[in-house]
């Protein structure tokens, strides 16, 4: 690690503070470390099926979850762990989750691609690409028809964002303003089309203009300027206007799922974006160059973030599996689980 | 502490592979992230990359070997500070970590059948309002609209969506009025874009809210399907009980006059087969609105199959503050002794008209409307089917895997032994539906065929 250099002057604003710098470092390691921590039980056969992995686009969720508040919502697709994380579900139950196991979020019965959070308002965890898009809309229409001030982050890829229903709920979502920041997590890579073979939008935002949704794009490997975005489109959205597109740019290192031989792409584009624009050497480069934090302090921080992983591994390792009687519950619900 | 590099699963599917090529050599150091070897697995050559850093102290198995078992060990790594010699010295912590998880759970004997055996039927036969309950006439236009005022009235948070239902006045004009008395909150008209509005109102429907999304046609809910299906009917599993959507999909179902293959088609046999949807096909006014009001109330998704030929027939329904009809529970429309009539929906005209003219020829036919098909009162046709020992299915849907076959495969798993002739399911014919008036007559279920049916079980 240490031998990486950040060749980009970091975009540290002098007013951020150093305890807010730390936090943003720690989430983003923790997702990091979580992600890494998941592909090595996965080769072990401990998580089956798909897994799709986050590392490198962890700048999105933390920054966003940085602009949210209290009530807020938010809902994505199958690359769901570092949301998760983000918004502050335990890791334990998450792993649990990844080994199928009866403490997981879902009782062992969604799996990577299906988790959900009552109490932290997080809606999945969705496995058709793009079907999430209509549902986050559908939370804002919730929230609206309460009267509140609530918000639904709804993410969705780049690769999503040539889904049909993705514009049906522009229309929608324009016409009667919802709550909503559409976030597309432009990862430049629908599975493994490049954006450019499948998408002929350059900027993918732009298609908000036609609805009259508001857009920008976003660096999507800083995590301060992602925060910064946010809370202009949240702020947009709470105010009664509408919804607002961001169009984070992004990128995946890892593959799109466990089993991509990522033959569309270079390893030399993959180690060059690791080296230049890491966005947790950013903002270790900042906390270092701003004499926020030594060198020992982040090491410490490092085997903080090391310990929590490990121990939802073990915790993921030891749950059982669920008792077989699960298999039959959950099918209907004798009162809403959500209205409880 | 030296630690085993093991032979990775990259597929969901792998159980070995090739290591085909080293890309390190022992003495590298190497960081989280850096590509340690390239595996071919039974889809493709992946790399394989570093997790944590340290160096490699010894490779185990070389470049080139085949058949390498997943969680074999394939390398040492040694940790900052250790030598070669440590390489020797490795925990079994890490190939102890990869045993097999824990024995896999045996796969279920059996489905878990639905009705329990014919000895032990649970049968409910009380009726559906008291005895000396005053009754008026209504369409069941008029009911399902009742039925939704009702429940608007009662929560707030139900509301109505769907295209032309509120300015149109519904395109059926079943959600007359509804607008004047609710207003453009809860009365919603949304543009054509069922995709669109089906996930909205299933995303409002795990935001709290009790969405009725009505289709114009359930024609055009296949452009909604997966939202009706994958976010709607599974949500409450994939999640281990935290979410779930109460909502209700209704819209006119199954053919109506002349209008073609794609405005024809009866969804019954389809949406039936989800696990996680409820599923209401009423016949009369009083089911309409009974069955609706319950529909609205229920915590999961139910998708409600109307008709517009039924939607200007009129019904005796019971005068009651609120009236509702289970879920799960058959209606015995005539008693008869002969033969079991089963239908459901617009079936049951074919069904009723078929036992008025058999009574003419002696021949004496118990009418069962299921209502509901999901759950489905399998019980009480059973029950009918000990005592008549013949059974004959009506709907107007297609014939490969429709409800029919079904009752069809339950009678014989569980009434084996009542049975004294096959059971014939009666359904439309297999072909897209035609626009001539002789052809598509033709291509529905009659009242003839139903007769047929019944002489050919009865063996007249």
Known sequence: MAARKTTRKSSAKSNVSKDELLTYYKDMLLIRRFEEKAGQLYGMGLIGGFCHLYIGQEAVVVGLEAAAKEGDKRITSYRDHGHMLACGMDPKGVMAELTGREDGYSKGKGGSMHMFSKEKHFYGGHGIVGAQVPLGAGLAFSDRYRGNDNVTFTYFGDGAANQGQVYETFNMAALWKLPVVFVIENNQYAMGTAQARSTSTEDIHTRGVPFGIPGEIVDGMDVLAVKAAGEKAVAHCRAGEGPYILEVKTYRYRGHSMSDPAKYRTREEVQKMREERDPIERVRTMLLDGKHATEDDLKAVDKEIKEVVNASAEFAKESPEPALDELWTDIYAETAPQEA | ?460
């Open chain 2, 1 to 460: 502490m030296a630690t085993e590099l093991l032979m990775p699963a990259l597929s969901p599917t792998m159980e070995e592979g090739t290591l085909a090529k080293w890309l390190v050599k022992e003495g590298d150091t190497v960081s989280s992230g850096d590509i340690l070897a390239e595996i071919e697995t039974d889809k493709a050559t992946m790399e394989f990359e570093a997790v944590d850093e340290g160096t490699i102290g010894k490779i185990l198995v070389d470049e080139g070997t085949e058949g390498v078992k997943v969680n074999t060990p394939i390398a040492v790594i040694l940790e900052e500070g250790e030598d070669a010699s440590a390489a020797d010295n490795v925990s079994s912590e890490s190939s102890q970590a990869a045993e097999e998880p824990e024995e896999k759970p045996s796969a279920p004997a059996a489905a878990k059948p639905e009705a329990e055996a014919p000895t032990e039927l649970m049968v409910d036969s009380s009726p559906d309002w008291p005895e000396g309950t005053e009754m008026v006439k209504s369409t069941v236009r008029e009911a399902l609209r009742d039925a939704m005022a009702e429940e608007m009235r009662n929560d707030e948070n139900v509301f109505l969506m769907g295209e032309e239902v509120a300015e149109y006045q519904g395109a059926y004009k079943v959600s007359q009025g509804l607008l004047d008395e609710f207003g453009d909150k809860r009365v919603i008209d949304t543009p054509i874009t069922e995709h669109g509005f089906t996930g909205i109102g299933v995303g409002a429907a795990f935001g709290g809210l009790r969405p009725i999304v009505e289709f114009m046609t359930f024609n055009f809910a296949m452009q909604a399907i997966d939202q009706i299906i994958n976010s709607a009917a599974k949500t409450l599993y994939m999640s281990g009980g935290q979410m779930g959507a109460p909502i209700v999909f209704r819209g006119a179902n199954g053919a109506a006059a002349r209008v073609g293959a794609q405005h024809s088609h009866d969804y019954a046999a389809w949406y039936s087969q989800v696990p996680g949807l409820k599923v209401a096909m009423p016949y009369s006014a009083a089911d309409a609105k009974g069955l609706l009001k319950s529909a609205i109330r229920d915590p999961n998704p139910v998708v409600f199959l109307e008709n517009e030929i039924l939607y200007g027939r009129s019904f005796e329904v019971p005068k009651l503050d609120d009236f509702t009809v289970p879920f799960g529970k058959a209606k015995i429309w005539r008693e008869g002794e002969d033969v079991t009539l089963v239908s459901f929906g617009i079936g049951m005209q074919y069904a009723l008209e078929a036992a008025e003219k058999l009574a003419e020829d002696g021949i004496s036919a118990e009418v069962v409307d299921l209502r509901t098909l999901r759950p489905m009162d399998t019980a009480s046709v059973i029950k009918s089917v000990m005592k008549t020992n013949r059974c004959v299915t009506v709907e107007e849907g297609f014939p490969v895997c429709s409800i029919g076959s079904y009752i069809s495969s339950v009678l014989m798993q569980e009434a084996f032994d009542s049975l004294d002739a096959p059971v014939i399911t009666c359904t439309g014919k297999d072909v897209p539906m035609p626009y001539a008036a002789n052809l598509e007559k033709h291509a529905l279920i009659t009242t003839d065929e139903v007769i047929e049916a019944v002489k050919k079980v009865t063996y007249r």
